[in-house]
């Protein structure tokens, strides 16, 4: 696995890339940050540090606002802005999957089907504000066009597991919160929570990215 940081232009400034590539890699999934906080969010480094070692190069998404230095998040659209020049500027010859985490991750299903993509890794998805689920964000996810994973947290109030439809593919992390933390009572540590994510990712990128690719899909 070798390391390499660089600097891209968006039409909101400049964003960085941090990508960890993967030797014979079978696809490289590209990751931006949620609203309120940064690539080293506890998801996003788990998976960086762990899925290039099994053949998927990782690339990680720091947005113009964040590497600016401010605290909040630009709008929406120049999120997929910069998730958009992100991707067209990767040269791969392996299947792309757009995802994040949170805002990240609704940018990923805004994009996916413009960029081509061959997936979508939706972590912690926020279906709609705590507490205002009539407010729902499920269009996003079903505007992907294309195969994609939820990774949610038992106890996300920005949506629960039993919130999302039955038919889209979804790993639950027990006992976590929005942003993957488990308390100290639920008999699982934060270790393990990470495996759940990483381990969850790995066999569908497997299953229905590389497996797609093989048979032609």
């Keep these: 696995m070798t390391t390499v940081e660089r600097r891209i232009v968006t039409p909101h400034g400049e964003a960085r890339l941090v990508v960890r590539r993967a030797r014979g890699a079978v696809a490289t999934l590209l990751l931006s940050h949620g609203a309120g906080g940064g690539i080293d969010s506890r998801d996003l480094a788990a998976l960086a540090a762990d899925l290039p070692r099994n053949g998927v190069t990782v690339v990680l998404l720091e947005q113009p606002w964040k590497l600016a230095g401010r605290k909040v998040a630009t709008p929406p659209a120049t999120l997929d802005a910069g998730l958009v020049a992100a991707a067209n500027s990767l040269k791969t010859r392996t299947p792309l999957v757009?995802?994040?985490?949170?805002?990240?991750?609704?940018?990923?299903?805004?994009?996916?089907?413009?960029?081509?993509?061959?997936?979508?890794?939706?972590?912690?998805?926020?279906?709609?504000?705590?507490?205002?689920?009539?407010?729902?964000?499920?269009?996003?996810?079903?505007?992907?066009?294309?195969?994609?994973?939820?990774?949610q947290g038992e106890r996300d109030t920005f949506g629960r597991p039993e919130e999302f439809p039955t038919d889209l593919d979804l790993a639950v992390v027990p006992a976590a919160d929005h942003g993957f933390k488990v308390p100290r009572s639920a008999g699982l540590t934060e270790a393990e929570a990470m495996g759940i994510v990483v381990e969850s990712t790995l066999e569908w990128i497997v299953r229905e990215v590389a497996g797609g690719a093989a048979r032609g899909e």
């Design 98 to 151: 757009v995802g994040g985490r949170s805002a990240g991750a609704r940018s990923a299903a805004r994009c996916a089907k413009q960029l081509g993509a061959s997936g979508c890794l939706a972590l912690a998805f926020p279906l709609h504000p705590p507490g205002k689920p009539e407010k729902s964000r499920l269009v996003e996810l079903r505007g992907t066009r294309v195969p994609t994973l939820v990774i």
